[in-house]
């Protein structure tokens, strides 16, 4: 892979992950569910492997898109994220 393939890949990931963060952003009711949910993402004892952020493994990620979506560039829409997080909301008011 070339340097230039891999910076448009992070390019599009952002271009993703700031669309879908907006999304949310507009719903302040979501912000709990949000925040819980990207707290699940962060693997146990990440400060172990380099580099230290609290995000989850690209192998693991990777493997979610898949079983989503039949491929590991496969993304959410950001309407889908939102979905979820009242997906979320409403489960947990139901405990």
Known sequence: MSARRGSVEVSARRRWALHAAAEVARRPDLWPAALRSAAG????RWWRRWPPLPAPGRD?????????????????EASEVVAFLEWEREMRRLR
């Open 60 to 76: 693991w990620w990777g493997f979610r898109m898949e079983t989503a979506y039949g491929t590991t560039a496969g993304r959410p």
């Open 41 to 44: 993402l962060v693997p146990r």
